[in-house]
């Protein structure tokens, strides 16, 4: 059964600091891994898809990267700002066709200005 | 392009009693889900339909939950009785076909079960 563990469970941060985010994952054959923003009483925004044959993407500020062997998956946020406070679920997916999302238990992201 | 739209999006009820969620995904997409987001942790897959069909319902607790989507198009999940244990955030999403990498998440609904 795949787990998904994401670490910290909580993070607080100053108005332009770097920072990274961490997933990982027991079972290594997975198919994608995705990374979600959740804003309260919202719901969830895609981020960055990974396929289980590349090794990152980036997107503005955001580079998530994966390493599939060893169940790990990183995103960095580069200079975070106030609008950055969320939180951040990764998702892995099996293969194609009905397979489903396993949801991380996620990241609670607040950054003060 | 709406998005997926849910209702309501806040209900409370005493446990033993019996409420219903609607969802209507976006126009056109094939597979619908059923979401359940207890505080503090992941969603987890409730429940996925292709068109009017389920093809995996395997976390469902079907001695309390039950979904429709009649037509292939808007969805009911409905929880008979209810428990202190189902309080979360029930989310609906839809994708333009299974297993596409895009889903595409409504509001919520958030249920305080008393």
């Known amino acids: 059964k795949q787990e998904v563990t994401q670490i910290p469970a909580a993070l607080s941060v100053p108005e332009g600091e770097n920072l990274v985010l961490n997933c990982s994952f027991t079972?290594?054959?997975?198919?994608?891994l995705q990374w979600f923003r959740q804003d309260p009483g919202k719901g969830l925004t895609s981020l960055l898809l990974?396929?289980?044959?590349?090794r990152e993407q980036t997107s503005g500020r955001l580079n998530a990267s994966l390493d599939k062997s060893s169940g790990r998956s990183t995103l960095y946020i580069a200079a975070s700002q106030p609008g950055d406070s969320a939180t951040y679920l990764c998702?892995?997916?099996?293969?194609?066709?009905?397979?489903?999302?396993?949801f991380g238990t996620g990241t609670r992201l607040l950054v003060s200005p | 392009e709406a998005g997926v739209a849910q209702s309501p999006r806040y209900k409370i009820i005493e446990k033993r009693q019996s409420v219903a969620f609607w969802c209507n995904p976006i126009?056109?997409?094939?597979?619908l889900y059923w979401y359940q987001q207890i505080l503090g942790q992941g969603p987890k897959l409730l429940i996925q339909?292709?068109?009017?069909?389920?093809?995996?319902d395997s976390q469902l607790p079907k001695d309390r939950f039950s979904a429709e989507r009649l037509k292939g198009v808007d969805s009911t999940l409905k929880i008979q009785p209810a428990k202190l244990e189902d309080s979360a955030v029930y989310l609906c999403?839809?994708?333009?076909?299974?297993?596409?990498?895009?889903?595409?998440f409504g509001p919520g609904t958030r249920l305080t079960v008393l």
């Open positions: 998702a892995v997916r099996r293969g194609t066709g009905f397979q489903k999302l396993v």
């Open positions: 990974i396929q289980s044959s590349q």
């Open positions: 339909f292709q068109n009017n069909g389920v093809v995996d």
């Open positions: 999403a839809s994708s333009p076909r299974a297993g596409g990498n895009e889903q595409f």
């Open positions: 079972d290594s054959a997975i198919y994608n």
């Open positions: 126009s056109g997409h094939a597979t």
